[in-house]
């Protein structure tokens, strides 16, 4: 089945085709490691996320790239001001490479493991760990090199304060936004200092030496130019190239980046080595809260922590995600998580009742032999639910459409109770929400529990006892069960 991503660079929906069928090359940019993530980071997460598993369900081998930023991203993109780890540094009273191991840690937790560490917030969200996470730090070597690279061929020129990537010497600047140099407007502030030195507004800094502005910056490396560090752009281009050559699949990021950051990534990138960056870029949209852009100062930023404190499951921030489309604003507002933690518990309750039915019927030992015979089930034959599935998550990701068909499916009383089964874990390897743990950790005592007293409970409404009926229907939905009455018996099913 043929997938199609909308392609930021060429403004249409196009049929994604790999350059080596063998494996597909993913760029992601990281987080800049001198706070806590927000809520809208994890929103620009749970898209890659998406994306990467999608194209492992449609049969590809995935090396994906991530990288940390950890020294050089100054408070405004068009390099004015500190660095924004300085600037933590300061408000925290420890040093840079204090404030970036503690971001790290909370973010990522444990980096030397092979998948996302439990216990660090990547972790918590389910997200499949990226194959390579660099740190730019760490590749300090490799930007030097893509700037004499650059020198060499006349894109640069260098101030008092820095070296410089000249703007107007790519000729293709501006194609990804789609802006021309002369329509771009100067957002700047009145705190932060420019370079004098710079000959164009959009000519952005590949290596900012220590001295004037920056001369009380912690972090700082010899080069061909001076004793400096690197500016934020030229760590992704450099990274990028390192790991997955040019050109590679697809650059992933949120829409912020497309007019500056990633613009000046092209730029660089395909200057110094004459090769296309990028056959595909797709940018997820923002995230607001109750309507409005997040901020501090509005009192409207949420980070993860913010979230578990009000008792909600990380998983269910994950379900409200999918709920929207990448390429639509999502308004967050504490009563929409509230619904997507409900539909979430509700989804689960479902997958423990068709668990029960099953192997309550089959008589099953455990729950580990039954999920076995599960994965066993041949999902291509006489599987509507499954292509409709596959047609909508094939059509740019269309989480919200698929969640659709999963529920349409869960509630078709003439599709098998096996084959939705099989279906919801099927679909899980896309939505990414660990609904197999619901079957591993299926206790059986409980269903026999819950029989019995859904059984006694039809007694006493034959007997007319209908206050104790009450009571004890009442005691069984404490228990996460919901029960229908119907003319030949009762029902139940588990809603959480």
């Known amino acids: 089945m043929d997938i199609y991503f909308y392609n930021t660079l060429t403004r249409k929906k196009e049929k994604f085709v790999p350059i080596n069928s063998k494996e597909v090359r993913i760029y992601n940019c990281g987080p800049t490691v001198y706070y806590d993530a927000h809520i809208g980071n994890y929103l620009s997460f749970t898209f890659r996320d998406t994306l990467r598993r999608t194209l492992k369900y449609f049969g590809y081998n995935v090396k994906s790239v991530m990288n940390i930023t950890d020294v050089g991203h100054l408070v405004s993109d068009q390099d004015e001001g500190e660095d924004k780890l300085e600037k933590a540094a300061r408000r925290e009273g420890k040093t840079v490479w204090d404030i970036a191991e503690f971001y790290i840690k909370k973010i990522f937790g444990n980096l030397s493991l092979p998948y996302y560490d439990p216990k660090g917030e990547m972790g918590k969200m389910n997200f499949e760990r990226p194959e390579v996470i660099a740190r730019a730090t760490e590749h300090i070597p490799e930007m030097i090199e893509m700037i004499r690279k650059l020198e060499k061929k006349g894109f640069t020129y ?7 990537f000249d703007v107007t010497k790519f000729k293709d600047y501006g194609k990804l936004s789609g802006q021309k140099i002369s329509d771009k407007i100067v957002k700047s502030r ?27 910056h912690q972090m700082r490396w010899n080069s061909p130019w001076g004793v400096g560090f690197p500016g934020w752009h030229i760590e992704c281009s450099a990274i990028s190239t390192k790991y997955l050559g040019n050109p590679f699949d697809i650059h992933t990021g949120g829409v912020d980046h497309i007019p500056v950051h990633h613009e000046n990534e092209i730029a660089q990138t395909e200057a110094a080595t004459g090769k296309k960056m990028a056959n595909f870029w797709m940018h997820n949209e923002f995230n607001l809260v109750d309507g409005e852009k997040m901020s501090k100062s509005k009192g409207n930023f949420y980070t993860l922590s913010d979230v578990e404190k009000r008792g909600f499951d990380l998983l269910a921030l994950k379900y409200l995600y999918l709920t929207s489309h990448y390429k639509t604003p999502l308004n967050f507002t504490w009563e929409c998580l509230r619904a997507a933690q409900k539909s979430l518990f509700c989804l689960k309750g479902y997958l423990k009742t068709f668990v029960w039915r099953e192997i309550a019927q089959a008589k099953f030992k455990d729950a580990t032999s039954f999920l076995k015979r599960v994965e066993n089930i041949d999902l291509s034959k006489n599987n509507n639910y499954r292509d409709l599935f596959m047609l909508a998550i094939s059509d ?43 079957i591993l950790n299926f206790d059986f005592s409980e269903g026999i529990k819950i029989e019995k007293l859904v059984s006694r409970r039809d007694r006493l409404r034959k007997e007319g006892k209908w206050d104790d009926a009450d009571l004890l229907r009442r005691k069984i939905l404490a228990l996460g069960v919901d029960v229908r009455d119907n003319p030949k018996g009762s029902s139940w099913l588990w809603v959480r």
Do not use: C, Q
């Open 158 to 164: 260098k101030t008092n304060l820095g070296v410089y």
């Open 396 to 438: 740019d990701l269309n989480t919200p459409r698929s969640l659709g068909i999963l529920w349409k499916m869960i509630k078709d009383e003439e599709f098998s109770n096996i084959l939705k089964i099989a279906n919801i874990l099927d679909f899980d390897k896309i939505f990414g929400l660990r609904l197999k743990e619901t």
């Open 190 to 216: 009145s705190e932060l200092v420019s370079d004098p030195g710079k000959r164009h507004p959009f000519d952005f800094a590949l290596w900012l030496f220590t001295k004037g502005i920056h001369e009380k």
